[in-house]
């Protein structure tokens, strides 16, 4: 069977008080939008069409890898009418999924419960129950069957009794969606084409409407402000949270975790609080982060250590390497097994051979540096000349004395050693102490000025 997903954008957000169209906000960092267009690819849609309004050409760019039909709405006139944009060039026998941009949770399995009941000229309804129902189009049941749907503002007093409202998600043929859609009018209170009238249509005709609920009521709560979008991202950060405790990592606090991304992350690691995950992040097992890092787009291998307040973005961290507190790893960097970066230290788009360290105060852009290299505090590789970024390498074995300079484009020999204080702009020879001091002197008896009067 062919699916097709219609999924509703063209909404304002006015209460979202943006200049950005509403379904661009971002859900553990990525747009509502895309949380839908992701459940639809799971389900396996032959083909999705995104209904957007006015204004919505950022949203086109923003979201230019999706693989979609955009569909303009030029005026808002009601849901009926925004699906009437995309559906006459839906296949007929096709089944039509309608979504919500703004309903980022939606599960898919329980997409795939409401797909399951469509037949013929049926319609499939996803309805819940809410304590609260102000506000929702109720669902009317005559003898336990769907005969209509009143939305909050037509509804009489008995009808906004009903508890069980409509999450305007539906499936239903496109064919029969098509005839029924033609038949809608826009004769009440908000003076719009409802796509909920289509239920009664479809009842009328002698068609049944079956319906499905989900689990859990956040998967069809819309986001219409900032406060419903916080409250979603929070259930939403649980949910990402519990699943990696689940299998098998101890979380400090799972309500100060964030994940904005994907994260895989291994048995036993230990996540401690504050602590902020990115894009795509790989971790193995009994690996420690520490309280307060930000770990961007990065791979971690077994045992590492990542302690406080680091910040490590596009690195790769082999195993059992220990980073930080206060470390800043940047994109390019790649920490060889049981190197060791210390506080203070920041480095960029350098290799660091297994077992080296560089504990305290440096930094080191644009190397390359062998295996037990150690590289004392206050080491800074120079290099940008002001115009272009030059190389350093520094080869196995060499110990670099605290605050030196390394000039780039600069080789330090296998086992080479480099005096404190040195500012090094030449080659060096293996198996040799190179230094650049100028030699101690005393003056005695020297004077410190006094202040003038
Ligand atoms: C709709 C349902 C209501 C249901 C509620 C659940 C209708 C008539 N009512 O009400 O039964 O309880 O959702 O949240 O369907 N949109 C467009 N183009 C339009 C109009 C709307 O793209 O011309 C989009 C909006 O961006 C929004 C969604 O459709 O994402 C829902 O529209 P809205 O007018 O907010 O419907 P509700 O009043 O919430
Ligand atoms: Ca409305």
């Known amino acids: 069977m062919n699916l097709s997903v219609i999924i509703l954008a063209a909404g304002q957000g006015t209460r979202m008080k943006s200049s950005l169209p509403k379904v661009m906000h971002r859900i553990a960092g990525i747009p509502m ?36 039909d955009w569909v303009l709405q030029q005026a808002q006139l009601g849901t009926a ?3 009437q944009q995309a559906s006459p060039k839906i296949n007929s026998e096709s089944t039509v999924l309608v979504l919500y941009g703004d309903v980022p949770l939606i599960k898919t399995e329980t997409l795939r419960a409401l797909i399951e009941k469509v037949s013929d000229n ?12 102000a506000g929702y189009g109720r669902i009317v049941r005559d003898n336990g069957k769907v005969i209509s749907i009143v939305e909050h503002k037509d509804a009489s007093e008995d009808q906004r009794q009903i508890k069980e409202v409509n999450t305007g998600i539906l499936a239903m043929r496109a064919g029969y969606l098509n005839e029924c859609l033609s038949k809608i009018d826009n004769n009440n209170s908000q003076g719009e084409y409802y796509l909920t009238d289509i239920i009664a249509l479809a009842v009328a ?13 956040y998967e069809v709560e819309g986001v219409n402000d900032r406060k419903q979008l916080a409250r979603l991202e929070r259930i939403h950060q649980c949910e990402m949270v519990e699943k990696i405790m689940l299998q098998g990592v101890t979380v400090a606090d799972p309500a100060r975790v964030d994940i904005r991304g994907e994260i895989k992350i291994g048995k036993d690691s230990f996540i401690d609080i504050n602590t902020i995950f990115e894009g795509n992040v790989e971790i193995g097992c009994n690996v420690v982060i520490g309280a ?3 770990i961007s787009n990065c791979k971690i291998g077994d045992g590492c250590n990542i302690k406080p307040y680091s910040v490590v973005e596009s690195a790769v961290i082999e195993k059992n390497v220990d980073v930080g507190p206060f470390a800043r790893l940047r994109p390019g960097t790649h920490l060889l097994d049981n190197s060791k970066v210390g506080n203070f230290v920041e480095i960029k788009n350098t290799f660091l051979g297994e077992g080296s360290k560089v504990s305290h105060l440096s930094y080191l852009g644009d190397s390359e540096i062998g295996r037990d290299v150690n590289i004392g505090a206050g080491t800074i590789t120079c290099n940008y000349d002001g115009a272009n970024k030059h190389k350093t390498i520094i080869k196995d074995g060499a110990f670099i004395g605290s605050d030196t300079q390394l000039v780039a484009p600069v080789t330090i020999g296998k086992d080479a050693t480099i005096g404190a204080g040195s500012t090094i702009t030449k080659d060096t020879d293996d198996d040799s102490l190179t230094l650049s001091r100028t ?6 008896g020297w004077q410190r000025p006094t202040k003038k009067k």
């Open 292 to 294: 307060g890092c930000v």
């Open 33 to 68: 939008l895309e949380h839908v267009y992701r459940r639809s690819l799971e389900l396996g849609a032959d083909d999705i069409h995104v209904v957007y309004g006015h204004g919505g050409e950022h949203l086109r760019e923003t979201c230019s890898d999706f693989d979609v």
């Open 122 to 133: 049926n319609i499939a309804l996803l309805t819940v129950d809410l304590d609260e129902p």
């Open 205 to 217: 005709d002698g068609n049944a409407v079956f319906t499905a609920q989900p689990e859990n009521s």
């Open 81 to 83: 009418h925004a699906v």
């Open 439 to 444: 030699v101690q002197k005393t003056i005695k």
